[in-house]
Nanobody, 126 residues
Framework: QVQLVESGGGLVQAGGSLSVSCAAS????????LGWFRQAPGKEREFVAS???????RYADSVRGRFTVNRDNAKRTVYLQMNSLKPEDTAVYYC????????????????????WGQGTQVTVSS
């Protein structure tokens, strides 16, 4: 019932910036908890950042201070602004959503999110 579509991935040099977006179809977008995860080749999916329905943000230690997550409820879109990119940031980036009426959850656990986008590739060259 909820469709998420990421966009904005691409190739960027180390130290550069890139912004990825995730557009959602749900009419109750303002009640979604939203997360960004990434998965590099041969690695498990890892938490990057999240923003709750109320706008509370959380970040993985590896990206704190470099990445910023925000949302525009009117546009039903969540964004991840990535600055000072490093080669180790190279991965497929996924957005995920969990409805706020689904009970408590761990924001950093991929398995706790109900809906996922198809992912967008971010490649950082050295």
């Amino acid at each position: 019932q909820v469709q998420l579509v990421e966009s904005g991935g691409g190739l960027v040099q180390a130290g550069g910036s890139l912004s990825v977006s995730c557009a959602a179809s749900g009419r109750t977008f303002s009640n979604y908890n939203l997360g960004w995860f990434r998965q590099a080749p041969g690695k498990e999916r890892e938490f990057v950042a999240s923003i709750s329905w109320s706008g509370f943000t959380r970040y993985a230690d590896s990206v704190r201070g470099r990445f910023t997550v925000n949302r525009d409820n009117a546009k039903r879109t969540v964004y991840l602004q990535m600055n000072s990119l490093k080669p180790e940031d190279t991965a497929v980036y996924y957005c995920a959503a969990r409805t706020s009426d689904s009970g408590s959850y761990d924001y950093f656990r991929a398995g706790d999110y109900q809906y996922w986008g198809q992912g967008t590739q971010v490649t950082v060259s050295s």
